[in-house]
Each structure stands twice: as C-alpha cells, then as structure tokens.
C-alpha cells in the first residue's frame, strides 16, 4: 500500500526538479538542435527550387536561342542554295546558248556540204548515166 509521508513529497519535489534539469540540459538544446536542421533543411529546399527555376528558365532561353539559330542557318543556307541554283542555270544557260550556235554552225557547214554534193552529182548526172547504160548495153551511146 501508498503511504503518503514526507518521502512521497520529496520524490514529487525530486521529480519536479529532474524535469526542470533534463528540460534545460537535455530536451532544449535538443530541440534547438533540430529547429536548426529543420529550418537549414527548408533554406535548402528553397535553395533548391531557386535553382531549378533558374534551370528551367536557363533551357528556355537555350532553346530559343538554338531555335534562332537553327533558323538563320537554315535561312543562311536557302539562300546559298538558290544562289547556287541562280549561277548553275546562268552557265547552263550559257552552255546551251555556246552549244546551239556550234550546232547551228555545223548544221550550216553541213548543209552547204550536202548543197555542194548535190551540186557536183547532178553535174556528173548525166555523165554517170551515160556510162551505165553503156556498161549494161554493152556498147558505148556516143552518137
């Protein structure tokens, strides 16, 4: 059974102090300890967000920046393009114009060519003539 004496008053006063001891050598240093890390763990975070946010807006501004990029070269090189196309159909064009006019002039040459053969066989027409009928009578037209 409890006895209630002056030991049961000296074990609550005992008790009372105890708790105020571990209380400033024990619990608030401990709890200090853990706001500490708790408030170092949300600066952090924060910390953290900061630079995803700085990260995301970073890629944003690469990837405009690229997309401009990519379009000037593209730009850059449509134009190299078609001015390339623009001189390969200057000098086909010139090609074609030094081509005709070798043409024309050796179609001229060659037909002055047929013109003075034809020329020369119907001049010799006659002669020609005259020399195979003889060759398939068998005897000369001379008369």
């Known amino acids: 059974m409890i006895s209630i004496d002056v030991t049961l008053l000296m074990h609550i006063v005992n008790m009372i102090v105890l708790m105020f001891v571990l209380n400033a050598i024990l ?55 078609m001015q390339a196309q623009a001189a390969g159909a200057e000098k086909l064009a010139a090609i074609r114009k030094e081509s005709d006019g070798v043409k024309e002039k050796q179609l001229a040459d060659l037909r002055s060519q047929i013109e003075a053969a034809r020329n020369e066989l119907q001049g010799n027409a ?8 003889g060759k398939i009578l068998g005897r000369s037209l001379d008369a």
């Not at 006659?126 to 009928?133: D, H, I, L, R, S």
């Open 27 to 81: 619990y608030k240093p401990v709890l200090g300890i853990l706001e500490k890390r708790a408030q170092k763990i949300e600066s952090l975070q924060g910390d953290v967000a900061q630079f995803e946010q700085d990260a995301r807006q970073r890629q944003v501004e690469l990837d405009t920046r690229m997309r401009e990029a990519s379009n000037r070269a593209k730009k850059a090189l449509d134009g190299a393009r």
């Open 126 to 133: 006659e002669g020609f003539a005259q020399a195979m009928a």
